[in-house]
């Protein structure tokens, strides 16, 4: 039978719940805050554990023409710029059966919302959901306007989500650390010795910068992290370009040169928070990063919030039982991305070691054989629907 769904927020993972569950029959229904739909920021890298619900709902083929298919993510010392590790993304695809894509996120969201309304999905905006009510039968997700009601609310919100203060008095965690982005036309990095081909990843003291194609190696896309020393002082004002360029002062050239192409006037606090193991009250339920903000390091974040929408709808099927549904979705999820969300912070740890402890993170990675899977085959491999499928770590 079908029912009324109601996804609050339409960013990547509101889009990705509505489509996964039109898919499976249900009418929903986006309500999102903002004048418009879309996105704003530049690339981002999306795993074969993400590829291959994009392939099952009939979008990889859009989003491969979209974005750039890398040949390796390459991990480099960002003071002397040796490499340190590499995972050879043609292989990968090999043994996990899907690609290893970057895309920008504007394309991504453009990718989803397009297919939400070839399915139906009645997409709401100008709509900001202040409060929410839960009985039995259902849930309402309520605004300034009215209240708008379904058989379920999946509130998929954001960071500073709503839904999830009637499920935690938690609050984001700022790492103090800042991140500029930058995403222009290639012919601006000619001159730059950079690689047009892999993800490459300089990681450095207290720093670290990413950079790779986008839109068909139209682009080129940077990613620079540092640790604020405005914000370890609890400054307000934190993060300015000063401190961006004080902050990689000690690494080489070919990092140093990256920086004056990033956005100088806009930039990102580095905040998650702690996990939670329980999404659920009643008839509402939290996705994306609603559920599970993380530090980007593994790069999971939205991958995350699309895994969430696929075990939805797969729970969900033509006739959902949405007590069971949601019993079912918080049984496994909650689990696999506390994990992701803990090992993102100690892998972004890993990355900034200085002094004795970079000799040692640099011999660790040194030593990794390219093509060890061992530390990426609990993310990559296929989403779990059940506790008993979720892989261990490590085999
Ligand atoms: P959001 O994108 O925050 O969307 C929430 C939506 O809800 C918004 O549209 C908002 O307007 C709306 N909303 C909020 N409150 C209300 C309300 N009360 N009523 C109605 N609407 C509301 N992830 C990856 O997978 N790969 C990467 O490479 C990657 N790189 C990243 C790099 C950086 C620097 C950062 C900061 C993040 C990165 N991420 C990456 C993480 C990823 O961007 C997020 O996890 C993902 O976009 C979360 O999507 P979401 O839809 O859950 O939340």
Not at 133 to 139: C, D, H, N, W, Y
Not at 184 to 189: K, L, S, Y
Not at 261 to 271: A, E, F, T
Not at 301 to 309: H, L, R
């Amino acid at each position: 039978m079908t029912s009324n769904v109601v996804v609050v927020g339409g960013g990547i993972g509101g889009l990705a719940t509505a489509l996964s569950l039109t898919r499976a029959g249900q009418r929903v229904t986006v309500l999102e805050q903002a004048s418009a739909f879309g996105e704003v920021g530049a690339g981002m890298q999306i795993a074969p554990n993400c590829t291959r619900i994009l392939d099952e709902w009939g979008l990889l083929g859009e989003v491969r023409s979209l974005g750039v298919l890398p040949e390796r993510i390459v991990m480099k010392d960002a003071v002397d710029g040796g490499e340190l590790s590499a995972l050879d993304l043609h292989d990968v695809e090999r043994r996990y059966g899907f690609p290893y894509l970057v895309i920008h996120r504007t394309d991504l969201h453009g990718v989803l919302l397009r297919a939400c309304r070839r399915a139906g999905v009645e997409l709401v905006t100008d709509v900001t959901v202040t409060a929410y009510s839960s009985s039995p039968a259902g849930a309402a997700a309520i605004h300034d306007g009215g209240t708008v009601a379904g058989d379920v609310v999946i509130a998929a919100d954001g960071l500073h989500s709503t839904a999830r203060r009637i499920l935690s008095d938690d609050e984001p965690v700022s790492s103090a650390y800042v991140a500029y982005r930058g995403a222009v036309p290639i012919d601006r990095v000619a001159e730059l010795d950079v690689h047009l081909k892999d993800v490459v990843v300089h990681i450095g003291p207290r720093c670290h910068l990413v950079q790779y194609p986008l839109r068909g190696g139209e682009m080129f896309n940077q990613v620079a992290v540092f640790e604020s020393p405005g914000a370890r002082l609890g400054k307000a004002d934190r993060g300015g370009p000063d401190e961006l360029d004080a902050a990689f002062e000690g690494t080489c050239p070919q990092v140093r040169a990256g920086l004056h192409l990033m956005w100088r006037d806009r930039r990102w606090r580095m905040v998650d928070r702690d996990p939670i193991d329980n999404w659920v009250t009643g008839r509402l339920a939290l996705a994306g990063d609603a559920a599970h903000p993380p530090l980007q390091y593994l790069a999971q974040g939205a991958v995350m919030a699309i895994e969430d929408a696929w075990v939805l709808g797969a729970h969900a099927g033509r006739d959902p039982d949405w007590d069971g549904v949601l019993a079912a979705y918080n049984a496994v999820r909650p689990a696999h991305c506390r994990r992701v969300l803990t090992t993102a912070r100690s892998w972004g740890e890993f990355w900034h070691h200085d002094g004795p402890r970079r000799a040692w993170r640099n011999k660790l990675l040194t030593e990794r054989d390219t093509y060890d899977y061992s530390y990426v085959d609990w993310l990559f491999g296929p989403t779990a629907l059940t506790p008993d499928q979720e892989p261990p770590m490590f085999r």
